[in-house]
């Protein structure tokens, strides 16, 4: 039941934009909640690199005193990964094409991440 909220959400996520290509809510430790990822593409190592990237971005953050991390945002030639917090256990990852208008993706994630918290 959980699980097909989730899916429902991302989705929505991936249907509101032609910018995003996937979406996924991971746990923090790393295993795979929901995913809507292009075929063959491996969840659990997904999984694992969204929450070492969001775990080694909170330790950036607070040593540098950057204050509380919201985003990890990550750019390469063939467009963006971004990952956030969805409530205090699980993490949001999103792949968006290159030519992507980040602020409205931004938006729209963090619409996803309001309706992510509310179910966890």
Same mark, same amino acid.
């Given at each position: %039941?959980?699980? !097909?909220?989730?899916?429902s959400i991302l989705s929505d996520l991936n249907g509101s934009s032609a910018d995003i290509e996937a979406s996924a809510v991971i746990s923090? !430790?790393?295993?795979? +909640?929901?995913? %809507?990822?292009?075929?063959g593409m491996d969840? !659990?190592? &997904?999984?694992?690199?969204?929450a070492a990237m969001l775990s080694l971005g909170d330790r950036t953050s607070q040593e540098l005193q950057r204050g509380t991390l919201?985003? &990890?945002? +990550?750019?390469?030639?063939?467009?963006? &990964?971004? %990952?956030?917090h969805a409530g205090k256990d699980a993490v949001i990852s999103v792949m968006a094409k290159p030519?992507?208008?980040?602020?409205?993706v931004f938006l729209d994630v963090k619409r996803a991440v309001e309706d992510i918290t509310k179910i966890l």
């Open positions: %039941m959980r699980s !097909d909220l989730l899916t923090r !430790d790393g295993l795979m +909640i929901a995913a %809507m990822l292009p075929t969840e !659990d190592r &997904v999984g694992a690199m969204a919201e985003q &990890v945002l +990550i750019k390469g030639n063939n467009g963006y &990964v971004l %990952m956030a030519s992507a208008r980040l602020g409205l």
